[in-house]
């Protein structure tokens, strides 16, 4: 069956601007979970939904991240005012009940 | 919430032998241990897992050991080959509890020489 869909692949922005990061779920997954992986680096956990609530937001970095997610299904992660400390591979990964994950390819953002 | 620790950091070993990776965790209600395998600029992949109700798993050339008392799993891979060469991530968590104790260890690259 289909996997996780991240969109898109690749994302080059300007300092400042507001960007948005898709993911695709596999259908069914109740949980949905944000991370950031910086060149060479672990992967540094942002924020998970179950549903459509996020119970835990600990690791979003600052109030220029956000994330949505609607129907239970499609999220997006909102970078606003981007810096170019904020260059990553932004990874989305779905989980039927909380244990095992499934990665999206990731969306590479790369802020100038 | 949980921590979990990873060693070695980095593992060079010749084709053919066996590389380990162990990792530690904090949590003792931890009771669901996956590897993910992340090959350079790829997604992570989960490679095998392991609940706490069983002590070892195996498939193939690759094998999970668990020691609930002392609270860590090992990662066995025998036979290495080139393909082997990615990162290689742990992960503890308690199953069914989704968020914040469902923690990755920092990683260990993984090197296999010809």
Known sequence: GAGVSQSPSNKVTEKGKDVELRCDPISGHTALYWYRQSLGQGLEFLIYFQGNSAPDKSGLPSDRFSAERTGGSVSTLTIQRTQQEDSAVYLCASSPWGDTQYFGPGTRLTVL | ?114
Not at chain 2, 31 to 43: H, I, T
Not at chain 2, 48 to 75: C, M, P, W, Y
Not at chain 2, 106 to 111: K, V
């Open chain 2, 1 to 114: 919430g949980e921590n979990v620790e990873q060693h070695p950091s980095t593992l060079s070993v010749q084709e053919g032998d066996s590389a380990v990776i162990k990792c530690t965790y904090s949590d003792s209600a931890s009771n669901y241990f996956p590897w993910y395998k992340q090959e350079l600029g790829k997604r992570p992949q989960l490679i095998i897992d392991i609940r706490s109700n069983v002590g070892e798993k195996k498939d193939q050339r690759i094998a999970v050991t668990l020691n609930k008392t002392a609270k860590h799993f090992s990662l066995h891979i025998t036979e290495t080959q080139p393909e082997d060469s990615a990162v290689y991530f742990c992960a503890a968590s308690v199953s069914g509890d989704y968020g914040q104790n469902f923690v990755f260890g920092p990683g260990t690259r993984l090197s296999v020489l010809p």
